[in-house]
Every structure is written in structure tokens, then in C-alpha cells.
């Protein structure tokens, strides 16, 4: 019903940014949320940051002040720029859309990696 199409994943040091993009295709109804979710081995799926249509944030309490989500809404595409890396930032991150149907999809997540 919809694919998510995500890249800029890789590996980095620690202080050094990095910024992820996320396209949403091959649906006829509005993206009303896009967003972000991480999983490190061993711990559950957590919340990075989502955004609204109308550019309403929200974000998770371990990445406040340091990532910025944004998105195109012409494109339905979301980005997400990711400031001061930690090596706790490592994880596989996976790009969510939110359909106005409620049907929710994710991306194939990216794995980004933090070195010391």
C-alpha cells in the first residue's frame, strides 16, 4: 500500500552528524505523520522524532537537542539530521508513515553505527 524508501545510513565517530532521508510512495492518500524509530540489539523499538503535516515535533527524550526532523510535504519525504552521535545512538533506524486510512508503514530500516 505505501513504500518507504530510506538512505544515509552508515557508520560515523562519536561527535560527528549525520542526516537520513525517507520517501514515501505508491499511495493515493495523504501522509498525515512521518517519523523515525530506532532498535539496538536486545532493546525495545523506541520513539526518535515524528512530524505532522503541520510541522508538529515529537521527540524521543535521549535525542532532544541534538536531532532535528523535518519533511516536504509535496514529496512526502522526511529527514532527519542527526547532531553530536553517541555510541548509544547505534541501532537499526526504521522510517514510519501514517496514513489518513490509519494504516501505518515502515520502511526496511538503516543501520547507523558510532564509533568511539
Known amino acids: 500500500q505505501m513504500q518507504l524508501v530510506e538512505s544515509g545510513g552508515g557508520l560515523v565517530q562519536a561527535g560527528e552528524s549525520l542526516t537520513l532521508s525517507c520517501a514515501a510512495s505508491?499511495?493515493?492518500?495523504?501522509?498525515?505523520?512521518l517519523g523515525w524509530y530506532r532498535q539496538a540489539p536486545g532493546k525495545q523499538r523506541e520513539l526518535v522524532a515524528t512530524?505532522?503535516?503541520?510541522?508538529?515535533?515529537d521527540y524521543g527524550d535521549s535525542v532532544k537537542g541534538r536531532f532535528t526532523i523535518s519533511r516536504d510535504n509535496a514529496k512526502n519525504t522526511v529527514y532527519l539530521q542527526m547532531n553530536s552521535l553517541k555510541p548509544e545512538d547505534t541501532a537499526v533506524y526504521y522510517c514510519?508513515?501514517?496514513?489518513?486510512?490509519?494504516?501505518?508503514?515502515w520502511g526496511q530500516g538503516t543501520q547507523v553505527t558510532v564509533s568511539s
Open positions: 512530524i505532522t503535516t503541520g510541522g508538529i515535533t
Open positions: 514510519q508513515g501514517r496514513l489518513t486510512t490509519g494504516y501505518v508503514g
Open positions: 505508491g499511495t493515493r492518500f495523504r501522509v498525515n505523520a
